[in-house]
């Protein structure tokens, strides 16, 4: 279950060009939108929301006390833009959640342990997947899922239908679909040898066709 972090906000008037200025006065422009809820334009003051993120995962429930609004806000941050350059938030998507609610979210797969033959050089350890899509309530999300590879030997293999995940927690993704594997060195090699020519093949063969269309 994910912690629950408080934030402020307040009802944002700036649009458009206005937007530039309420980012130097300090405050990031944001908005809230869901399912059952108007999409409502708000603003949060650039160090708070800065130092909430950098706790709040993007499945960790976020409490949004909105200004002038009787009750707070349930929301999950959906998406952050910044700037390229020096990086700082410029907007931030806020995802509305009711908690008696299902929804939908992408969690990463992080592997713990080293299998004994990728210890000694015989096999290869490939993760096939880096994230999975569950289902749950907003207040059973999780961030990650764990996987101990420690025991897996060469030619083992785990798929979704074998990754265990807490209570109220459903997988979406196919329950066959490879999420990690344990693979020879020597077949691992050959699989890349196989594919390099392939690449090239179509390389060449698009040179070779761009020099034909200069000579005619």
């Given amino acids: ?41 708000i603003q949060l003051d650039a160090r708070e929301v800065t130092n909430t993120l950098r706790k709040a995962g993007r499945n960790t429930l976020i ?46 797969v992080v592997l713990e342990g080293e299998p004994e033959d990728v210890k000694s050089g015989v096999g290869v350890l490939l993760q096939e997947r880096d994230t999975l899509e ?20 060469v030619d083992d293999v785990v798929r979704v239908k074998d990754v265990i995940v807490p209570p109220g927690i459903t997988l979406l993704d196919d329950p066959e679909d490879e999420v990690v594997r344990v693979t020879r060195f020597v077949e691992a090699k050959e699989e890349e040898a196989a594919a390099e020519p392939a ?15 200069e000579e005619e």
């Fill in 1 to 41: 279950m994910s912690d629950n972090i408080e934030l402020r906000a307040e009802i944002r008037a700036a649009v458009g060009s206005g937007v530039n200025a309420l980012r130097r006065s300090g405050k990031v422009p944001a908005i809230v939108y869901g399912r059952n809820v108007a999409n409502i334009p």
């Fill in 63 to 108: 409490t949004l006390h909105i200004a002038g609004k009787d009750a707070p806000q349930m929301v999950l941050t959906r998406e952050v833009q910044r700037d390229p350059i020096r990086r700082t938030i410029q907007h931030i998507d806020f995802y509305a959640v009711s908690l008696t609610e299902k929804i939908t979210a992408s969690i990463r």
């Fill in 134 to 153: 569950i289902e749950c309530l907003p207040s059973d999300l999780i961030e990650a899922v764990t996987i101990d590879v420690s025991r897996m030997k």
């Fill in 199 to 213: 690449e090239v093949e179509v390389i060449e063969k698009g040179k070779k066709e761009e020099a034909e269309g």
